[in-house]
């Protein structure tokens, strides 16, 4: 019935700044084109509730937010006051792997007007996908440390791959180049020095690649890869990586469009059985946060690929156009691109020209 119950978590730091601008975009957007939200909002997931109640989340947070239909997420941290680790694996880590989010899909977008850091390049010259592995790889529980605090101490974390893991984020991956024109898939790997998991991955793909004929594929290890990222970003259309490399892939990408404030993530779990998540790459940015102006675009922009996932693409498509329209006038943009603008600024002015 076009009607969604979304969960609102804005975290902290700039979360809290951006978060109400992409509500001001969703409420544009259902006006004009008739799909209803209702928000609920949870104060859980930040650094603020864990300095009250010692844990990140309520133990009931999977019955609080497990039967909306998405979640809409700011930022977590606030490393002065609570350890990164304990305050990312309490909440964010926790929902992409309870919530089986496997796929961490990135997009990055040179916008028409937005000057690039790289020399020569035009929009349609970078313009593809980062699919992330979101739920195991590098980042995995199977570790530890033994002898602590002794000349003997050792500390281990087990990259942890397996089959299913692996082939369910290289299907999504083959299947969306598959749509798009290109129809290229770009594979991160680093078999030569990572012996075990990495050639795993690598046959994976090979395997995977047979089953998808129509699609061009091709491999770098993660180093030149990076290179080729900020040499030749035209060279690229959908590129699959694990979770470690498709972190760092996915803060290049967009630095290599102008800022990692536009940049925008789906977190998705494309069986349904669970909500996904929707959430800008960035984080908390204790080093802007409070001063108000936080670039806007990449929770607006998640709140476009929210709306893609719901099936409102009329609306997610309005959305991209509306940033573009806005972050074409130099003085709408936000500092982080040179402008002037504070984030309510640019976030009212996407949400006008959705009217
Ligand atoms: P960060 O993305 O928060 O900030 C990196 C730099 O980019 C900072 O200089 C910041 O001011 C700038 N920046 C980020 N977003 C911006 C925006 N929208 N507009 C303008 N400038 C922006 O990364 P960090 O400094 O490594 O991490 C800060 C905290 O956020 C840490 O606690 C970290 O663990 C957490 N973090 C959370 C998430 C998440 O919730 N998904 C993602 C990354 C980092
Ligand atoms: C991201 C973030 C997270 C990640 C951190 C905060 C745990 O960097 O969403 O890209 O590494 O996945
Ligand atoms: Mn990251």
Redesign the pocket.
Known sequence: DRSYRIAVIP?????KE?VPEGLRVLQAVSARYGCRFRFDDFDFASCDYYLRHGKMMPDDWKALIGGHDAIF???????EAVP?HV??WG??IQFRREFDQYVNLRPVKLMPGVPCPLAGRKPGDIDFYVVRENTEGEYSSIGGRIFPGTEREVVMQETVMTRVGVDRILKFAFELAERREKKHLTSATKSNGISITMPYWDERVEAMAAGYPAVRWDKYHIDILAAHFVQHPDWFDVVVASNLFGDILS?LGPACTG????AP?GNINPDRKFPSLF??????????AGKG???????IWSAALMLDHLGETDAAAAIVAAIETVLAQPHLR???LGGPADTVTCGRAIADALR
């Open positions: 975290g902290d730091g700039i979360g951006v997420f700011g930022a977590v941290g606030w490393p990164d305050s990312l909440s964010l803060d800022t990692i404030g536009i993530a959430e800008p790459v960035h984080g908390s940015a204790p080093d802007i102006i936080a670039n806007p675009v990449g929770q936000t500092p982080d």
